[in-house]
């Protein structure tokens, strides 16, 4: 059984992004890094939480994040001990702009 975790969000290292994206980000929040959010789906549960394109994830349940890798991991981590134990799926965002809890 093949579980695809999917959140309507798609996103990229902070540091890997435009240059014009970077200055962006850095004029607002001077020690930003973490993962920029390039797209939201509507009605997904990444919009339902109030995410939005522009937004910098720092943090996933209060761990530090650098890159879109370990925010990979961290989340497709989480569905193998759901699954033995059948609950649901809440993290904890942190960004630039405010926390943010998603449930999947």
Do not use: W
Request: proline share 4%; net charge neutral.
């Amino acid at each position: 059984r093949v579980v695809q975790l999917s959140l309507g969000l798609r996103i990229g290292s902070l540091q890997a992004e435009k240059l014009h994206v970077r200055e962006q980000v850095h004029d607002s929040f001077p020690n930003a890094h973490g993962i920029y959010v390039q797209m939201v789906s509507d009605k997904s549960p990444a919009a339902d939480s109030g995410i939005k394109v522009g937004d910098v994830i720092t943090k996933i349940d209060k761990l530090e994040l650098f890159n879109a890798q370990e925010f990979h991991e961290l989340i497709l981590d989480k569905p193998k001990r759901i699954l033995r134990h059948g609950e649901g799926m809440p993290f904890t965002l942190a960004g630039t702009q405010d926390k943010v809890a998603m449930s999947r």
